[in-house]
């Protein structure tokens, strides 16, 4: 890499580190839990309000629902995180609801796995960076103004910040995220203290409207749908919870210890803050709406278009700290920017289950590369390039983005949970120790009824989510399913094709001959190596070839060689329509349909130059016929390079490149040891 591009890729994402340091970017628990959590800490930011949006359909009466949906969420919750508990300690290799679905149900199973999360992570970046900006576009107009191009712009930061290493992102956003985190606790427990101690009357900026139903009296099964419709909205809360199973190679030793502790420490600070938040939603009289403009009112008048809606947190954080106090201004920070930062918990997950997939052949293997940071930066900088078309394509809308979402995370929840039920059972047939035996039971208990509440949860969701955007989730899921068959397929068929067979075959048979073609087109010194190079093989036989373009040419070309006394006979190709690939590649293959046990050997003449512009102008014809040569079985291509002079200029420039160190690239040690070094030998 030339010294412009390797001094900013050192600037933006550090100095390349060594394989054997991979330990070192490992994740204490403290920074674990902002990395893979943030999504699920962030997302009580905003499932709350949607409760409440979709309760609003049927007027303020249906309000006092929202406890219930809480309670409801909170057994999901506890649920969820109870069975990937069992998931972190049976799998630690990282591959998560994949490697247990894959392992359990069959690789039909895991592959539907697999879509789903690759989705679910994609609509993660998408939704939660496109919530962001509208939190932070309420308080700069620009930000409204160029939703789309600020999105993108949020997303390539994020990448650049995941380009630099786990361990560093994760240093990054662990601050915002424990401010975040603080900042509800401090709310919850300032506004119960308020309510409860103090007997202050706590009342939202929304508290006096009144809410326009567009359903009032509903009933029996319309009713129901409404609170199933509430239900899977407020599970948005539960996105994310996935991430821990799938990045367990990330903690540190006791991998699954450690990740089970952050999974139960997210379950807890999630749950904790959503029913906080419902619950003072509650107390101080928030009113939402789908459409505010039309369907809030005060004193019986529509609030109009010019009317912005708050967040139901930043509605309850000026009910309790007051508007513009500075807890109130640090938590609406706090909160925006951990909306941007929750897109980090995908930033782990689909790079590492990417690699994984990678690995069992089901997406290319660059993906289970390395970078220089020791990160996945190939899928880190595919998950950007999708989420960018997703936020391009949605207008960064989060209202639209939210009902694509949820869909593929309760897919992956439930056949997981299901493997895991397989998983147990197929040890119970062989574990005979009592003590390992009632473990495993209570394990094979918690992840049964886990299978049957998410599963329910994800036809919840189907019937009310399909019409509203779901169908998009799963269509991108049936193109990531395809896709990855198709590559597995191929992977498949190049392996096997190239296997190598235990007894002889033509592969491994000495050819009875090698007949070797000189390539001329005049007579010069990369000519003259050429055929020096040719001699020194020894081939069978050898001869010069030269196809007739211009019979001056030819003729002169003939009577030097001859003059020369070169040894080597020289053939003619006549070539009537002044082509010069198709006569070569028509006598090669006529050659090998001749002698098909013999192989035929091109030897191409080539010059070196140090300038790229200067390459347009030579070799174009070599490489044609390498590329068409490729194609025809039993021909061996060999290029002899001509160095022209400013080749060696460039070789100049690339020791000089090689003896550069970028900045950050030397590690120096102490000043003693330094001094030592640089003092001359005694």
């Known amino acids: 890499m030339s010294k412009l591009t390797d001094v900013p890729k050192r600037i933006l994402i550090g100095r390349a580190l060594r394989s054997d340091r991979l330990g070192e970017t490992l994740l204490p628990k403290r920074i674990a839990l902002p990395v893979f959590a943030s999504d699920p800490l962030s997302s009580v930011a905003y499932a709350p309000g949607e409760v409440l949006l979709v309760l609003s359909i049927a007027g303020v009466s249906a309000y006092h629902f929202s406890p219930w949906i809480a309670v409801a969420v909170v057994v999901l919750m506890f649920t969820v995180v109870a069975s990937y508990r069992q998931n972190v300690h049976a799998y630690p290799s990282g591959g998560g609801d994949y490697e247990v679905a894959n392992t359990n149900l069959g690789p039909k199973a895991g592959l539907t796995v697999a879509s789903a999360l690759l989705v679910d992570y994609v609509l993660t970046v998408a939704v939660s960076i496109s919530s962001g900006i509208e939190n932070l576009g309420s308080a700069i107009p620009f930000v409204v103004e160029h939703k789309v191009l600020c999105a993108v712009a949020v997303i390539v930061l994020l990448t650049l910040m995941n380009l630099r290493g786990v361990k560093e992102s994760g240093s990054l956003f662990a601050i915002p995220t424990y401010v975040f985190v603080a900042g509800v606790f401090i709310m919850i427990s300032w506004g119960a203290f308020r309510g409860l101690v103090l007997d202050d009357t706590l009342r939202a900026p929304t508290a006096g409207y009144e809410i326009k139903a567009e359903h009032q009296g509903l009933a029996g099964f319309a009713l129901v749908f409404l609170l199933l419709r509430a239900f899977s909205s407020g599970c948005a809360a539960l996105t994310g919870v996935e991430a821990i199973s799938n990045g367990v190679p990330a903690f540190r030793k006791p991998k699954s210890k450690n990740a089970a502790s952050t999974l139960a420490a997210m379950g807890l600070l999630a749950v904790t803050m959503f029913c906080g938040i419902i619950a003072l939603a509650a107390f101080t009289k928030v009113r939402m709406a789908e459409n505010p403009a039309v369907d809030l009112l005060d004193n019986g008048v529509a609030l109009g278009s010019d009317y912005v809606q708050n967040p139901v947190i930043s509605q309850v954080a000026e009910a309790v700290f007051g508007k513009g106090s500075f807890l109130f201004i640090v938590l609406a920070a706090a909160t925006a920017l951990v909306l941007f930062l929750a897109a980090n918990t995908a930033y782990n997950g689909f790079p590492l289950l990417g690699s994984i997939l990678a ?324």
């Open 359 to 682: 690995q069992d052949r089901y997406l290319p293997r660059q993906l289970h590369t390395r970078g220089d940071r020791l990160a996945f930066s190939n899928g880190i900088v595919l998950l950007a390039g999708a989420a960018g078309l997703l936020v391009w394509i949605y207008g960064a809308d989060s209202t639209r983005l939210i009902q694509l979402y949820i869909v593929g995370v309760f897919v992956s929840f439930t056949l997981s949970q299901t493997g895991m039920v397989r998983h147990w059972n197929r040890h119970l047939a062989t574990e005979k120790d009592q003590a390992k035996r009632r473990r495993m039971i209570r394990s094979r208990a918690i992840n049964t009824f886990g299978a049957f509440f998410t599963g329910l949860v994800l036809v919840v969701v189907l019937v009310t989510k399909f019409t509203h955007g779901a169908w998009v989730a799963l269509l991108g899921m049936v193109i990531f399913y395809a896709t990855m068959t198709a590559i597995r397929k191929h992977y498949d068929r190049v392996s096997e094709e190239i296997a190598a067979p235990e007894g002889p075959s033509d592969d491994s048979v000495r050819p009875s001959r090698v007949h070797s073609v000189v390539l001329i087109s005049k007579i010069h010194r990369p000519t003259l190596r050429a055929l020096a190079y040719a001699k020194l093989m020894r081939s069978d036989t050898l001869e010069a070839l030269s196809v007739n373009v211009d019979p001056a040419e030819t003729k002169a070309l003939r009577e030097e060689w001859e003059r020369r006394g070169i040894t080597v006979p020289l053939k003619v190709l006549d070539s009537p329509y002044r082509e010069i690939t198709r006569p070569i590649i028509e006598y090669v293959k006529g050659l090998r349909k001749e002698s098909p046990r013999d192989v035929v050997s091109v030897i191409i003449p080539e010059y070196v130059v140090g300038h790229w512009y200067e390459q347009l102008l030579h070799n174009q014809s070599a490489l044609r016929l390498k590329g068409r040569l490729l194609f025809t079985p039993g021909v061996m291509v060999t290029s002899v390079p001509y160095q022209l002079q400013s080749s060696e200029v460039a070789r100049k420039r690339a020791r000089k490149r090689q003896e550069w160190n970028a900045p950050g690239s030397v590690r120096r040690g102490p000043a003693q040891e330094r001094a030592k070094e640089s003092s001359p030998p005694k």
